[in-house]
């Protein structure tokens, strides 16, 4: 399998971490979004969208949508990542659902829009709306990890997957401090303890 990807983002990152948990081996093709290498005809052909993450699988077909990915992966490979059970599952799409409408825009598209210089009078205007709902998004994140281990119960799943990679480097671009939230700090650190564990910019 080929992914490409592009390494300071926190999408590919959640396919590289399910990866490294699964044992997985993939090829990494780097692009520079910064660059518009999305939007080459080739890449055009692969995701229609012009983002990575995309899997390219060994017969060639395209998967794109990290949290698609996630799940594709997860059903190919089962592993308590992905529990059977429906109720433990829907709770599990919940996290994924949650973390496109309500985590990513207001955590990672900040961090990208202040760390990459692509500040625009509008995302200016946006900000602090975002930055509102993102502490929101933290505060609900840090509540339920006050309860149990992980984000869907005890044990580790593709929630925490999806979840991990934007809320670990959610300080970067100067919008959050998780020293506000001492129970996503701890779910940080028994991540980052896995044998497996890989950072974010680990090829
Ligand atoms: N919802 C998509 C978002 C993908 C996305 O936003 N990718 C960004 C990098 S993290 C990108 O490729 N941006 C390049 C562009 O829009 O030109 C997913 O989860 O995969």
């Known amino acids: 399998m080929i992914l490409h ?20 081996k993939v090829t990494l093709k780097q692009y520079d979004i910064t660059k518009g290498e999305t939007h080459t005809e080739s890449f055009l052909a692969m995701n229609p969208n012009g983002k990575i993450p995309v899997l390219e699988l060994d017969d060639g077909q395209c998967l794109s949508e990290s949290n698609a990915v996630l799940l594709y992966l997860a059903e190919q490979h089962p592993s308590s990542l992905l529990p059977s059970d429906p109720i433990h599952r829907a709770e599990i799409y919940k996290w994924l659902f949650w973390e496109q409408y309500s ?75 998780l020293s506000e939230y001492p129970n996503i700090q701890r779910w940080i650190k028994d991540i980052e303890a896995l044998d497996w564990f890989i950072p974010i910019t680990q090829a």
């Open 5 to 24: 990807d592009f390494l300071p983002s926190g999408n590919g990152y959640k396919i590289r971490l399910l990866c490294a948990c699964l044992g997985l």
């Open 103 to 177: 985590h990513e825009p207001n955590i990672a598209s900040p961090r990208f829009w202040l760390t990459h210089n692509a500040m625009t009078e509008l995302k200016k205007q946006m900000l602090p709306d975002r930055i509102e709902q993102g502490r929101a998004a933290l505060t609900l994140m840090d509540e339920a990890l006050a309860k149990q281990a992980f984000l869907a119960g005890n044990t580790m799943t593709l929630a925490d997957i999806c979840l991990f990679p934007y809320t670990h480097v959610a300080e970067e671009g100067g919008s959050y401090q």
